[in-house]
């Protein structure tokens, strides 16, 4: 059972980023999708969230109309475009899977946007 992100990296100021998020050893489209992410010194939160068949998807307020959440159930990967990135979008993101009481979470990419 193992999520692995991709695509983090260096950005500048109103930049894009494509986060991926792969999924291996469970049924990948049985899951709810989640990105996280967590900034130095602050809790962990929410980003974006979408259904197990792609059929809703919401972003945290901090992301709306930046940040775009897709799925690929053929492919077993989770996405995240990232638009319009500022230098409080600095974190490390996460991927997480949730079905029922089972959560599983990926180890993290960093993002850095500089100003």
């Known amino acids: 059972v193992q999520l692995v992100e991709s695509g983090g990296g260096l950005v500048q100021y109103g930049g894009s980023l494509r986060l991926s998020c792969t999924a291996s050893?469970?049924?990948?489209?049985?899951?709810?999708m989640s990105w996280y992410r967590q900034a130095p010194g602050k809790e962990r939160e929410l980003v974006a969230v979408?259904?197990?068949?792609?059929?809703?998807?919401n972003a945290a307020d901090s992301a709306k109309g930046r940040f775009t959440i897709s799925r690929d159930n053929a492919k077993n990967m989770v996405y995240l475009q990232m638009n319009s990135l500022k230098p409080e979008d600095t974190a490390v993101y996460y991927c997480?899977?949730?079905?029922?009481?089972?959560?599983?979470w990926g180890q993290g990419t960093q993002v850095t946007v500089s100003s």
């Open positions: 997480n899977a949730r079905r029922e009481g089972v959560r599983i």
């Open positions: 979408i259904g197990s068949v792609g059929g809703s998807a």
């Open positions: 050893g469970f049924t990948f489209s049985s899951y709810a």
